[in-house]
């Protein structure tokens, strides 16, 4: 008996280890089609009020907001201003389901106005330029959720504005984006009240910067972020452009910046989320990746990727993240071909934990949001139709 188990013991002796199981990569799902839009020169973006998907954007050089519901079918459709040229940009759904839409109308026609300046760093549909230096009012529109236009409220500027960003409390909207004219090319942020008193506008930067996202802390002080190729309080510029994070008083007092720089090269903050989750651009040469980074609310980084792929980078909550994705992720089973939709969805800890990839040929993003009704939205334009895409549970 001995003899048998000291046998034994020697054979398990010889019995090579077996090799560490290769973690499975995770299978990209492809997003399935809910509804198309509109044509990619008119669909600014998209909110959700309840079942009702709500567009907006710019038709016949007018702003304009219409609903559809999950099937594609049109509920109402309201022209948001009676001006000559206008123009819808950003827009946010409050706690009741009003939508609350920002863009820019002209001042009074009895101002004069300087020759019209190019802005628009979204590439978001415009006007004629003819009418482009003509838009120099904030305005805010106030849509109930079966389409009455409830208020609007214009603040006149001195420069062209261009409005990118909203987010919205109960005690108002803080409103961000760009502004320019000959010798201004800066980001903005401004604060209406409830009942639609506006703010003094606060510029940041003066000559190349622009401010794309804003999100309301629970301290009620403001994360606006963008990016900048100049001196911002005090923060100089360390690369090429730097991604900026920039924190603003309730009272629209500047307390701090943080800058993302790459040597000789470009970094731009496309998004920002509640939970401080940042989306963003990489450029250095022809070398083009987007970053994803979720930050402490002291603007400490506690985790971050990059992937090979082309801005924006637009995140959602604390765990998505949409871009269109150019090469292989080791945690996914995926190697794109050519440029593609890409939905990434991150545990607590930062780790991959899923994704969804919309089809070949949109090639430009609009927007990401979560709906209670429909769960992730994916807003992506191919050549000729604006397509939104969720998420296939069959």
Same mark, same amino acid.
């Given at each position: 008996?001995?003899?048998?188990?000291?046998? =034994?013991?020697?054979?398990?002796?010889?019995?090579?280890?077996?090799?560490?199981?290769?973690?499975?990569?995770?299978?990209?799902?492809?997003?399935?089609?809910?509804?198309?839009?509109?044509?990619?020169?008119?669909? #600014?973006?998209?909110?959700?009020?309840?079942?009702?998907?709500?567009?907006?954007? *710019?038709?016949?050089?007018? =702003?304009?907001?219409?609903? !559809?519901?999950?099937?594609?079918?049109?509920?109402?459709?309201?022209?948001?201003?009676?001006?000559?040229?206008?123009?819808?940009?950003?827009?946010?759904?409050?706690?009741?389901?009003?939508?609350?839409?920002?863009?820019?109308?002209?001042?009074?026609?009895?101002?004069?106005?300087? /020759? /019209?300046? =190019?802005?628009?760093?979204?590439?978001?549909?415009?006007?004629?330029?003819?009418?482009?230096?003509?838009?120099?009012?904030?305005?805010?529109?106030?849509?109930?959720?079966?389409?009455?236009?409830?208020?609007?409220?214009?603040?006149?500027?001195?420069?062209?504005?261009?409005?990118?960003?909203?987010?919205?409390?109960?005690?108002?909207?803080?409103?961000?984006?760009?502004?320019?004219?000959?010798?201004?090319?800066?980001?903005?942020?401004?604060?209406?009240?409830? *009942?639609?008193?506006?703010?003094?506008?606060?510029?940041?930067?003066?000559?190349?910067?622009?401010?794309?996202?804003?999100?309301?802390? #629970?301290?009620?002080?403001?994360?606006?972020?963008?990016?900048?190729?100049?001196?911002?309080?005090?923060?100089?510029?360390?690369?090429? *452009?730097?991604?900026?994070? &920039?924190?603003? *008083?309730?009272?629209?007092?500047?307390?701090?910046?943080?800058?993302?720089?790459?040597?000789?090269?470009?970094?731009?903050?496309?998004?920002?989320? /509640?939970? !401080?989750?940042?989306?963003?651009?990489?450029?250095?040469?022809?070398?083009?990746?987007?970053?994803?980074?979720?930050?402490?609310?002291?603007?400490?980084?506690?985790?971050?990727?990059?992937?090979?792929?082309?801005?924006?980078?637009?995140?959602?909550?604390?765990?998505?993240? !949409?871009?269109?994705?150019?090469?292989?992720?080791?945690?996914?089973?995926?190697?794109?071909?050519?440029?593609?939709?890409?939905?990434?969805?991150?545990?607590?800890?930062?780790?991959?934990?899923?994704?969804?990839?919309?089809? &070949?040929?949109?090639?430009? !993003?609009?927007?990401?949001?979560?709906?209670?009704?429909?769960?992730?939205? &994916?807003?992506?334009?191919?050549?000729?139709?604006?397509?939104?895409? &969720?998420?296939?549970?069959?």
């Amino acid at each position: 008996m001995k003899k048998l188990i000291v046998l =034994a013991v020697i054979g398990l002796l010889f019995i090579q280890p077996n090799a560490q199981a290769v973690p499975k990569k995770i299978t990209v799902n492809s997003l399935k089609l809910l509804t198309t839009i509109g044509l990619p020169s008119e669909v #600014s973006g998209v909110v959700v009020s309840g079942k009702n998907i709500i567009v907006f954007g *710019t038709q016949n050089s007018k =702003a304009y907001a219409k609903a !559809l519901n999950s099937t594609g079918t049109e509920l109402w459709k309201l022209q948001l201003d009676q001006s000559q040229a206008s123009i819808a940009t950003a827009a946010v759904v409050d706690s009741i389901g009003d939508v609350w839409i920002t863009g820019a109308t002209p001042l009074p026609a009895t101002t004069t106005t300087a /020759p /019209p300046t =190019a802005i628009n760093p979204d590439n978001a549909a415009m006007p004629p330029t003819s009418f482009i230096g003509d838009l120099k009012a904030l305005t805010v529109w106030k849509v109930s959720s079966t389409g009455v236009l409830v208020a609007t409220y214009t603040s006149p500027t001195s420069n062209v504005i261009f409005p990118t960003s909203i987010a919205l409390d109960d005690s108002g909207i803080a409103i961000v984006g760009s502004i320019a004219d000959e010798k201004i090319n800066a980001g903005f942020i401004v604060f209406m009240s409830s *009942t639609g008193l506006f703010s003094k506008v606060l510029q940041i930067g003066s000559a190349s910067t622009t401010i794309e996202s804003v999100t309301r802390n #629970s301290d009620k002080t403001f994360t606006l972020v963008g990016s900048s190729s100049e001196t911002i309080a005090g923060k100089r510029l360390a690369g090429l *452009t730097d991604g900026v994070i &920039v924190k603003v *008083t309730k009272s629209l007092k500047i307390t701090s910046v943080v800058r993302s720089s790459v040597n000789k090269g470009k970094r731009i903050w496309n998004s920002t989320s /509640p939970s !401080l989750l940042l989306g963003g651009e990489v450029i250095v040469g022809n070398k083009s990746e987007v970053a994803v980074t979720k930050f402490s609310s002291r603007y400490v980084p506690s985790w971050t990727f990059r992937f090979a792929g082309t801005g924006p980078a637009l995140t959602t909550g604390s765990t998505q993240l !949409l871009f269109l994705s150019s090469g292989a992720i080791p945690a996914l089973a995926w190697n794109p071909k050519v440029p593609t939709a890409l939905l990434i969805t991150f545990n607590s800890k930062g780790a991959i934990s899923g994704a969804d990839s919309a089809p &070949v040929g949109q090639r430009l !993003l609009i927007g990401s949001l979560d709906s209670k009704d429909f769960g992730p939205l &994916v807003v992506t334009s191919s050549g000729d139709i604006v397509s939104i895409f &969720v998420r296939n549970t069959r």
